[in-house]
């Protein structure tokens, strides 16, 4: 019981793994009921038995084991993470549960097993269980089987994959266990339940009585459908549906089964063979030997591979050449048929992978059909229909067209039933009118044929075609039929049975198709829309009597060709004689009588009654054309008085309008109106006729007999006002339905007429229509003159851009038929619009007869020059051909192998020549998308980018013509991207991102792309994985996250996390489905009915559907809503405008301006940055645009009128107050929009822009807003270009602007852009660039100078050689600013000048000097701040000097410069003037406040102010900070001129940097800080220093403030190691310049201040970046030894700083960059080689070279050779060659040494290692003790060494030297060990080489007490300190002096606080050097006395406090 009490007490978990097992089944038990208890799927309890689930399915004991299934069961079903163990818990149940004798045990794993599935984990489930089958016993197996067999049972074929389970079910029958087949024969039945006969090919092999036993099972089981029964987790909407439907009954299970049945195709089971490897050797030899029989040979071996159901995809090209050969021109018939099985077999085999060679076949089969044998027809049947299977009727109908016309009646017969049965295969969706029409056209023509068996084909297809897409879409084919044939057309129909509705009749199908099509139409509107579309059509038919009148309009808009036929269907003529008879029926006799009577008065008045009567006259009696006949009678049109005629013109119109207007009557009156047409007085009402006439018969027909018949006759007048008329008609009218082919030769004859007038009308005809077809058109004449050409562009370019107008005129009675008919043809076509249907126009030629066996055979030729004359020669016949057919023979192969072509310049020709092809051949290359477009793909994977970019281009140029749907269907795009070619991944990929957006619909075949993106998305290349990253959201967008998330689901584990986490994010940013079609709805729309096509197409892509909707429905109310809806439309249409301007202008759309900023940063959008805006900026800007502006303002704001803008920017200043926020969430857009009116040269619109830009940065400014990186640099360099404009009132403008614009983004950023406009060609622009950087040095310090001061003042300084004036004196008065900022150094800064500039430079710093001695010294501070600060933002004049005086500009400068105030730039907030508090008692009072706000806000970390920005993510606060601004202005005052202000500013630093928790806000300030702090001590040592005026005290107090800031930064590590190497080294000179100036040590308290700098070079060496610490010493040690200007001991210095770092590397080595140091000691040594080096005055810096690089060796050995990666040229550097010497010394030194250890035995390698450096380390120091400078250090370094080593033996080394060195030495060492005991040196030599070690705080305050005792100092407690002298403690706090309030620091307080610390460490160090002074150079030293400034200022201090009290 003992070991029972143990495990008894552990938790479930750990009893669950014990190895007993009643412990386990104890904790098994315990688990299940604790697993119950666990409600929360996602509870952390479940993590805990994650790795634990396979030991419960894997228990050793059976007992235990089946209570872990139970547990493993309720785990599995509850859990979140089940899902993680799929695998392995499977595979143990598999393994170790299947083979238990407990039945339930085995239960239970199968259990599990479906649970598996039921969570999602179908495939892991279903590998495992096939892996099962392969496991030796049998047991296992049939379990495995029988599992299956449940899942499938439950789930159903659409969860469980059946392919792999049919593949290895023949094995199983084959088993010798009976149980194992007898379990797989009950899976072929319930597989047989679920997919029917699809299962049987793959059965076919097992035996006969097996398969006899199945047939009887599978009889048995019940006809009705599978149904699942149990469903995943994401299936539970279908659960409640299922149950649902099972509760109302089986209402529905008809779609099931189809859906079912349909899913499962039995080729989708086979498995593919491979073929091609197994033909004959000699095949091709054998099929074009002379023997028949050899031919037969070969086809009949070839014959038997190609009858295997499945082939596996290869290139079948070759093969089907010589199969297509045999077909054509082979004469013997069987061979012939041989091959037609052949290729049968093929496309069976392949399915769509053969579709690339159909087209090359079909038309040989075709012309084959010419047999009459018929074995041969049938084999010739047989391959046509299967190879119709491969591609689609599209792809075919022109070959089918071609034969067609064929004079073989057999040929014609077999294509009519060919069409027929290919008819079968299509529905309503793939067999649209688009090719339907012409199909039909060709079938109506063989109707009509002379042989029987012609038209009985024709009728069979004809009534196939009606059969499938119904008698509404084929019936307007056939209007020109009559009855008989129609009725047999009928007949035929009702013959035909369609493949899908054998059970129910076509009803069914309809009634099926109808039902599903909402939930699977993607947009439901368009789905409903046919059904009403038809219903009215069919009422509108019925309403208006007889039909026939209806149908020929429709048809002939279709197709111009059969309109002389339709005329004498739609109504026959009638004689004159009924005419007259018909005529008195309704006209008055007087009237007829008077008609042709001689008196012009008496054919008025006869006109006028006639006009009454038809005004009155009903609509349904006017017999039309027998009232135009009586007006045509004589004189008819030949009317002399015009007064009659203008009548008779009226009437017609009258009569065309109001009654039943056929093209018969039209006939009659149209020449009579077109020869009226160009009179003078009747013209118009001529026109007004023809336009009725255009209303009654529709404006395409009638346009076209206009035209012909006006240039039938010779007078110019008529062509020109016909060619008026009908601009404007189409105008009035739209487009839709003209055929341009019919009247396009007129137009050319107009283009070449002689009177003027009419070319002028042509052009303008022209222009017209350009705006309907765009660019197209100019095809039609490219060959004019180049002279009208240029007429021609000039017309179309003022065209550009403009919309064509609404159609406000109709076809009265096509109406209502064309609205649905043309509506869906168009929407079929894939709303291709204008462009496609010019393509159609153009004439084409067949080029096939010149594609000739000789071009194709040079086009392979081995020769690659032959090759490229092939290519050459092709070329040209396309060139010349220009617009070709689809036909173009063998051409296409023959490219695609030059694709191929090991010559690269081959492979570009070839795409070349594909480009080419795709301009001439426009539409028809969809046909060869397949054969031809996808190897352009595979080019997209060359290495070479200038081949990838032509294939690319060559892509681009396919699609346009194709579209993309070909592109997509089928597995070739799959198999593209399978290929791992990082290259064609990316492109293609890129490809796919960019175009998938646009399409509204793609194939389902997309998805067979997923898997391959899903790899891309891990692939080894960056590039790829970016592509496929991008192209994610694209794909999602059509595909689903649903569909793409369960794609995922079958990949690797750890691939699947990945992935299903980027299909989240994808998710976020997947492009909105609306927007596709939106985007389409231009094209779409377009194509709507024929009467608002036009309109629509003129529709902007971003135009709301929800606008173009109600005007469709207006339309299609027919007739007579017509005028209502046009009179309606314009003022609705107009208030709507009026509701949407009161609406928000800016929507403010969270986030939205981040994902722009990304989209930029990831170049996913092009980068704002260009010389001139073009195009594709303004679209991209509009797009953008879109989503956040109002669609009015947008529209205002891209108008072409200027006054628009104008108009917009007044709105936008109203609203910028009420909408800041959404103004501020849109700020880059409209920044964006404003740079683009820069370019613009109204200026009306630039003055509007930059008054609602100084508005829109003055609310900037009070909103705390900053600009982003990403604004800023989108407009400021705009900006800056228009400080240029000739005009001072924009120049003025544009000043303010920019001065309002540092108040938002920081001037140090301004400054650089501002440098980058002074290299404008523009002088105006140059020199106020110069000008406002005068301003800013003068405003904000030198700090603002970016990159560095000197960089930018060289660039400021060369413009003072500018030939312009104004160029000059600005570039002047800058550098005179720059002087005023930092003196004398200015000289150095600006570089070399040549001597006339430097000396007007000198002339103009001597003038600014004597202005400021005569300038009043003081000035108010209310003069100052309004100076600073204009209150009126148009005030520029107070910033910028007027230009006739520059030197204003200076004298301005010099009025404030070393007053006794503080700087004049700094805000009142950070000064400090004493003067002026004791002076002036009334403003004492008022300075605290403003002090406590500044200093609160900067030093309160919880008061720290959020950033005040709106609507911006979090990672953009940091930029915003308000305390980084502050930051920012506070360092920028340390270099300030004025040492006060200066002081103020360390001070604050300084009580930032104490404070641990404060100093952070530091971090990222810290070379700003440092760059300001180096400036400020050159000024000290270049001005203030010389400066006899100043007070040295000031200067001290400012030195020791800098000191004091330094060493509170470097005593932060954090901090420290942010400083950057040029800064670093910057920050060593001027510090080691410091400790050298020989006038500090000089000055009172000087020493003093040199010891504090040399505890900060210390400090600075230890805490900072290592490397580059050591890079910047080596820099500057290098720039020491080159200028000899410095002082002597400088570089002594730096060698000694070098020296430290050097003895610091054995601890630092690896935190270093090895390469970034050798890469500067070989610049060194580059500089410096070894010879010169050593002629130096001494060898010192040779020395510590050597020293630190035999360091570096010793420390990392042979390894440094592989550090050397930075440096160019390794092999010519001296540095290799030295270190290479160095590590073979080491090398055999340590080898030697080891062997020694070795002999001695046991040494430790450690001890080994040490004792072999032992040598060459004393040898060193041994060397520098005997040297005279370096003695002291020598000592030091024997010191720490024997410190370090205690055991080391010196010995060796002293033995050989006198007795008087053996003495010194010992004594220096005693010496040094007494000076360690109680503190180190400061002193400048000995100091630098002192302890090493890191001595904490409190050890500084215990010698420091020690001392202060010696001293009989130890009772006096430190002055400023809270606590007692035994307390240490850290440096005082601020003790509130002046404040009334004391939680509040001031800045007067902080400089107190400052003051007396300094003092105090003062203090401290004098005690401790009078203590222990050694070196020499200290013997001068001072008592410790306070400093009589300090004790003067407190002075000053406490009378203010007391003032105050």
Not at 699 to 726: G, H, R
């Amino acid at each position: 019981m003992g070991d029972d009490s143990e495990w008894m007490k552990l938790p479930i978990d750990q009893k669950c793994e014990h190895k007993l097992w009643k412990a386990r089944l104890s904790g098994y038990e315990e688990a299940v009921k604790l697993f119950q208890r666990i409600h929360d799927e996602k509870s952390p309890e479940w993590g805990k038995y994650l790795g634990l689930l396979k030991k419960f399915v894997t228990d050793s004991n059976a007992v235990a084991q089946l209570k872990g299934l139970e547990a493993a069961l309720i785990f599995v079903e509850k859990a979140h993470v089940a899902g993680r163990t799929a695998g392995e818990v499977v595979s143990g149940v598999v393994t170790k549960v299947f083979n238990q004798p407990k039945a339930r045990a085995k239960e239970l794993g199968a259990e599990i097993c479906l649970m598996y599935i039921e969570i999602e984990k179908v495939e892991v489930v279903q590998d495992e269980l096939l892996k099962g089958l392969d496991n030796k016993n049998p047991k296992i197996v049939v379990t495995c089987i029988e599992t299956l067999r449940k899942a499938l049972s439950e789930y159903g074929s659409k969860i469980v994959t059946l392919k792999p389970v049919v593949k290895i079910l023949p094995k199983q029958f084959e088993s010798r266990e009976k149980a194992v087949r007898d379990e797989a024969k009950l899976l072929a039945v319930e597989i047989y339940r679920w997919i029917r006969d699809a299962v049987r090919p793959s059965l076919q092999n097992i035996t006969a009585v097996q398969l006899k036993e199945l047939e009887e099972e599978w009889v048995k089981l019940p006809t009705s459908p599978a149904k699942q029964t149990r469903f995943l987790r994401s299936q539970q909407d279908l659960k409640a549906k299922f149950e649902q439907q099972s509760a109302q009954g089986e209402d529905s299970d008809g779609e099931d089964v189809e859906d079912t049945v349909a899913a499962v195709d039995p080729y989708e089971l086979l498995e593919a063979v491979e073929i091609l490897s197994k033909m004959p050797k000699d095949f091709y030899d054998k099929i074009e030997a002379k023997k028949w029989q050899e031919r037969k040979e070969a086809l009949e071996a070839v014959e038997i591979l190609t009858k295997k159901p499945k082939l596996e995809n290869g290139d079948y090209g070759d093969l089907v050449r010589a199969l297509k050969k045999v077909v054509g021109k082979d004469a013997n018939v069987m061979l012939v048929s041989l091959a037609a099985k052949c290729l049968a077999g093929l496309a069976s085999g392949l399915r769509k992978k053969f579709g690339t060679y159909a087209g090359q076949v079909v038309p040989t089969i075709l012309e084959k059909f010419k047999e009459k044998k018929p074995q041969v027809v049938q084999a010739l049947q047989e391959a046509i229909d299967a190879i119709f299977l491969t591609t689609t009727l599209q792809n075919l109908s022109e070959d089918i067209l071609a034969v067609m016309d064929n004079k073989n009646p057999s040929i014609k017969q077999q294509a009519s039933l060919y069409l027929a049965r290919s008819f079968r295969h299509c529905t309503q969706a793939n067999l649209p009118k688009s090719i339907l029409k012409p199909l039909c056209a060709a079938l109506i023509k063989q109707v009509n044929d002379s042989a029987p068996e012609v038209r009985d084909a024709a009728f069979e297809a004809l009534g196939t075609a009606q059969k499938v897409v119904g008698e509404k879409a084929v019936n307007p084919f056939l209007a020109d039929l009559d009855k008989l044939k129609l009725d047999r057309i009928k007949e035929s129909a009702d013959k035909v049975e369609l493949p899908g509705t054998r059970r129910g009749g076509s009803g069914a199908g309809d009634k099926k198709a109808a039902a599903k099509a909402p939930p699977a139409a993607e947009a439901p509107p368009k789905a409903s829309a046919p059904p009403r579309k038809t219903q009215t059509a069919a009422a509108s038919k019925s309403s208006s009597g007889p039909p026939k009148k209806g149908k020929p309009t429709s048809a002939a808009g279709g197709k111009a060709k059969k309109t002389s036929d339709n005329k004498e269907v739609a109504e026959t003529e009638l004689s004159i004689e009924v005419c007259e008879d018909l005529a008195a029926g309704v006209l008055p006799a007087s009237c007829l009588q008077q008609l042709d009577s001689a008196n012009w008065k008496e054919r008025l008045a006869s006109m006028e009654e006639f006009q009454r009567a038809a005004e009155t006259m009903d609509k349904g009696q006017m017999p039309c054309q027998a009232l135009v006949r009586m007006l045509a009678k004589k004189p008819g049109w030949k009317e002399t008085n015009f007064q009659v005629m203008q009548m008779k013109l009226h009437i017609v119109a009258l009569i065309a309008q109001k009654g039943q207007f056929s093209k018969t009557s039209a006939s009659v009156v149209l020449d009579g109106l077109v020869d009226k047409v160009g009179d003078v007085k009747c013209g118009g009402n001529a026109k007004e006729g023809l336009t009725a006439i255009g209303e009654a018969c529709s404006l395409p027909w009638t346009a076209e007999q206009v035209v012909s018949m006006a240039f039938a006759q010779k007078n110019p007048k008529n062509q020109a006002e016909t060619l008026n008329w009908l601009a404007n008609a189409m105008k009035e009218f739209g487009f839709a339905g003209i055929n341009v082919k019919g009247f396009i030769n007129n137009v050319k004859t107009a283009l070449g007429a002689t009177n003027p007038a009419v070319r002028t009308a042509a052009i303008t005809l022209l222009g017209v229509m350009f705006l309907y077809m765009g660019a197209p058109l100019r095809m039609f004449f490219e060959d004019e003159k180049p002279a009208l050409l240029a007429q021609i562009d000039a017309e179309f370019e003022k065209m550009q851009g403009q919309s064509p107008p609404p159609p406000i005129r109709f076809n009265k009675k096509a109406a209502a038929e064309e609205v649905g008919d043309e509506g869906e043809e168009q929407d079929e076509d894939g709303g291709a619009g204008g462009g496609q249907d010019i393509m159609d126009l153009l004439p084409r030629t067949d080029i096939s007869d010149k594609i000739t066996s000789d071009l194709v055979s040079k086009i392979g030729d081995k020769n690659w020059k032959i090759r490229k004359e092939g290519l050459d020669e092709a070329a040209a016949i396309i060139s010349e051909a220009k617009f070709i057919t689809a036909n173009i023979g063998e051409l296409p192969l023959t490219l695609k192998e030059r694709l191929g072509d090991s010559n690269k310049i081959l492979v570009q020709q070839t795409l070349t020549i594909l480009q080419q092809l795709a301009v001439s051949m426009g539409p028809g290359l969809k046909q060869h998308v397949k054969a031809l477009g996808m190897p352009i793909i595979t080019v997209l994977g060359d290495s070479k980018s200038n081949v990838r970019a032509a294939a690319m281009t060559t892509l681009q140029a396919w699609v346009e013509q194709t579209g993309m749907k070909d592109w997509l269907e089928g597995e070739d795009l799959s198999e593209e991207l399978r290929r791992e070619n990082p290259f064609l991944r990316q492109e293609v990929l890129g490809w796919l991102a960019e175009k998938l957006p646009t399409l509204r619909t793609v194939p389902g075949d997309l998805m067979l792309c997923v898997p391959n993106l899903y790899a891309c998305l891990e692939d080894r290349n960056g590039d790829v994985r970016k592509r496929a990253q991008d192209a994610l959201p694209t794909f999602m967008m059509h595909l689903g996250f649903e569909k793409m998330s369960k794609a995922a689901g079958k990949l690797k584990t750890s691939s699947k996390d990945q992935v299903v986490a980027m299909l989240e994010k994808a998710r976020a940013v997947m492009p909105a489905k609306p927007a596709a079609p939106a985007k389409a709805g231009g094209g779409k729309d377009s194509a709507e009915p024929s009467r608002a096509a036009s309109a629509s197409r003129s529709q902007p892509a971003s135009d709301d559907c929800v606008d173009g909707k109600p005007e469709v429905k207006k339309v299609r109310g027919g007739a007579p809503a017509k005028k209502g809806a046009a009179g309606k439309k314009p003022p609705a249409k107009g208030a709507k405008e009026e509701e949407d301007k009161s609406g928000p202008i800016f929507v403010l759309i969270p986030n939205a301006k981040e994902q722009r900023i990304k989209e930029e940063k990831q170049l996913k959008i092009l980068k704002w940055n260009f010389i001139t805006p073009r195009e594709e900026y303004v679209e991209q800007l509009k797009t953008q645009m879109a989503t956040c502006f109002a669609k009015w303002l947008q529209d205002e704001l891209f108008h072409f009128d200027f006054q628009r803008h104008v108009k917009a920017i007044g709105v936008m200043i109203e609203r910028l107050e009420s909408e800041s926020d959404a103004t501020i969430s849109c700020l880059d857009l409209i920044l964006k929009w404003f740079t683009l009116r820069f370019f613009d040269t109204n200026t009306t619109v630039l003055m509007k822009v930059l008054e609602y830009l100084k508005l829109l940065f003055a609310m900037l400014n009070r909103e705390n807003y900053h600009l982003t990186e990403y604004e800023a640099n989108s407009f400021i360099p705009y900006l800056i270009l228009k400080v240029g404009e000739s005009k001072d009132g924009v120049r003025k403008d544009v000043r303010a602007i920019l001065t309002m614009l540092c108040k938002v983004y920081p001037a140090s950023k301004v400054f650089p852009l501002l440098m980058d406009g002074t290299k404008s060609k523009n002088s105006k622009q140059r020199a106020e660039c110069l000008e406002e950087l005068g301003c800013l040095i003068e405003g904000y310090g030198m700090n603002v100078c970016q990159p560095t001061s000197a960089k930018s003042l060289k660039e400021i300084a060369v413009h003072i050689g500018d030939r312009d004036t104004s160029v000059r004196n600005a570039a002047l008065n800058t550098v005179v600013a720059v002087y005023n900022a930092c003196g004398e150094q200015v000289y150095k800064l600006i570089g070399n000048l040549s001597e006339k500039d430097m000396s007007m430079l000198e002339e103009r710093i001597k003038r600014s000097a004597k202005k400021t001695a005569a300038a009043p010294a003081k000035q108010s501070v209310a003069e100052r701040s309004q100076r600073e600060h204009p209150t009126n933002p148009n005030a520029t004049f107070l910033r910028k000097p007027a230009q006739e005086d520059p030197n204003k500009l200076n004298q301005a400068r010099q009025n404030t410069q070393h007053s006794e105030s503080s700087h004049p730039s700094i805000p009142k907030e950070f000064q400090l003037d004493l003067d002026m508090i004791e002076r002036d008692q009334s403003r004492v009072c008022e300075l605290p406040d403003l002090v406590q706000h500044k200093l609160d806000e900067l030093l309160e970390p919880i008061m720290i102010p959020e950033p005040k920005i709106h609507s911006v993510s979090p990672h953009f606060d940091e930029l915003h900070n308000s305390t980084a601004s502050t930051i920012n202005f506070v360092i920028s005052q340390v270099a300030s001129g004025d040492i006060n202000t200066s002081i103020q500013a360390l001070a604050q630093i300084d009580e930032v940097l104490r404070q641990e928790d404060k100093a952070e806000v530091m971090s990222g300030h810290i070379d700003q800080f440092l760059i300001a702090t180096f400036m400020q001590l050159r000024l000290i040592n270049s001005t203030h220093m010389a400066d006899e005026r100043l007070d040295k005290r000031d200067i001290i107090k400012l030195y020791s403030c800098i000191i004091g800031n330094m060493l509170s930064l470097f005593s932060m590590e954090s901090l420290a190691r942010e400083a950057s190497m040029g800064v670093l080294k910057d920050l060593m000179h001027g510090v080691i310049t410091l400790m050298l100036d020989s006038r500090v040590e000089d000055m009172e308290d000087g020493q003093q201040l040199i010891r504090s700098t040399n505890l900060l070079v210390i400090r600075v060496l230890e805490k900072s970046h290592q490397t580059n610490m050591i890079s910047a010493l080596l820099v500057l040690l290098q720039d020491s030894l080159v200028t000899t200007a410095g002082p002597p001991k400088f570089s002594e210095l730096v060698m000694k700083c070098l020296w430290r770092m050097t003895r610091h590397l054995p601890e630092t080595i690896h935190s270093i960059n090895l390469d970034r140091i050798l890469l500067d000691v070989h610049n060194f040594m580059k500089v410096f080689p070894k010879e010169k080096l050593k002629q130096l005055k001494n060898d010192v810096p040779h020395r510590t070279l050597k020293t630190l690089l035999h360091t570096l060796c010793k420390l990392t050995g042979p390894k440094i050779l592989d550090h050397l990666s930075m440096i160019e040229n390794r092999n010519e550097s001296e540095l290799e060659a030295h270190l290479r010497q160095v590590v073979k010394h080491s090398g055999n030194l340590s080898g030697l040494k080891s062997d020694r250890g070795n002999e001695k035995g046991g040494l430790r390698t450690e001890e080994r290692m040490s004792k072999a450096k032992v040598s060459d380390i004393l040898s060193e120091i041994f060397k520098k003790i005997g040297s005279k400078e370096n003695t002291k250090e020598g000592l030091t370094e024997l010191y720490e060494y024997k410190q370090k080593y205690s055991d080391a033996d010196l010995e060796p080394f002293l033995k050989n030297t006198s007795q008087f060195f053996q003495s010194y030495v010992e004594r220096g060492l005693r010496m040094i060990e007494s000076e360690r005991e109680v503190i180190p040196q400061h002193g400048v030599d000995s100091s630098l080489s002192s302890n090493t070690e890191e001595l904490k705080p409190a050890v500084y305050y215990e010698r420091l007490k020690i001392l202060r005792q010696r001293q009989g100092l130890e009772n006096t407690s430190r002055q400023g300190s809270g606590g007692g002298e035994d307390e240490p403690q850290p440096r005082p706090p601020i003790s509130s002096l002046l404040s009334s309030k004391p939680s509040v620091a001031s800045s007067t307080d902080m400089l107190h606080s400052k003051l007396s610390q300094l003092k105090e460490s003062r203090e401290m160090y004098q005690q401790e050097h009078n203590a222990h002074s050694n070196s020499p150079s200290h013997a001068h030293t001072r008592s410790a006395s306070p400093a009589a400034n300090l004790d003067d200022l407190k002075k000053r201090l406490e009378r203010i406090k007391s003032n105050r009290q």
